[in-house]
Structures are given as structure tokens and as C-alpha cells.
């Protein structure tokens, strides 16, 4: 399920990083974002060492961001992964489009 939603990045959570068994390098982190239009919060993440590096979020920055909401089983239990899958950082009147990213097929963090 894809969603847009719009607010000031209020926590920019320690990056994690590695080398997967196929020896590519990977980088994730995990941002807390307060929505404008409510006092929700929102926590997602940002997978990619380029994505990271193109969408170069910040706490305090505004931002509209299309995410992908996703749960899956593993191991009789269910994780959600909530992605973000391109960022534009908001600055008054003007935007600026800072990337795009593509949706890895398996999470990092568990051992498949």
C-alpha cells in the first residue's frame, strides 16, 4: 500500500550498515516524522546507500514523502515496514524532488 504524507522529520534515528552474504554493501535508517495536517508521528525508513545520500534528510526538515506500507510472517510472527520510496523536501513556496528508490526484495536484518 502506497501513502503521501507531508510533515518536519522530528528524529533521525543511528544509521545501521553492512555487507550482505551476496557482498553488496547496504545502508538503512529510520526517520520519525510529525505530520502537518495532525500531531501524528509517523517512523520510517530509508534503505540504500544512494537513497540515503539523494534524499539527505535532516531533523527539522519539511518533507513530503510517498511511503509503502508492508507487513509480512516470519517465523509465526508479523513485522510492518513502513519505506519511503521518494522524498521531496518542502521549503516554503518552493519544492525540490531529491530522489527516487527502489524497494529491496528482502530486509537486511533477517537472515534469509
Do not use: H
Not at 501524528?40 to 509503502?68: P, R
Not at 510492518?80 to 527516487?100: E, L, P, Y
Request: charged share 25%; net charge negative.
Amino acid at each position: 500500500m502506497k501513502v503521501t504524507v507531508k510533515g518536519t522529520i522530528t528524529v533521525a534515528l543511528e544509521r545501521k550498515s553492512g555487507t550482505s552474504a551476496a557482498g553488496k554493501d547496504w545502508a538503512s535508517q529510520d526517520f520519525v516524522m510529525k505530520e502537518a495536517d495532525s500531531n501524528d508521528s509517523i517512523k520510517f525508513n530509508v534503505f540504500g546507500i544512494e537513497n540515503l545520500a539523494n534524499y539527505d534528510l535532516k531533523v527539522n526538515d519539511d518533507i513530503e514523502a510517498t511511503v509503502v506500507v508492508n507487513s509480512r510472517e516470519y517465523q509465526g510472527k508479523f513485522y510492518t515496514d513502513i519505506r519511503a520510496i521518494s522524498c521531496t523536501k518542502i521549503s516554503g513556496d518552493n519544492t525540490a524532488t531529491i530522489g527516487n528508490s527502489v524497494i529491496p526484495e528482502t530486509n537486511p536484518n533477517i537472515g534469509e
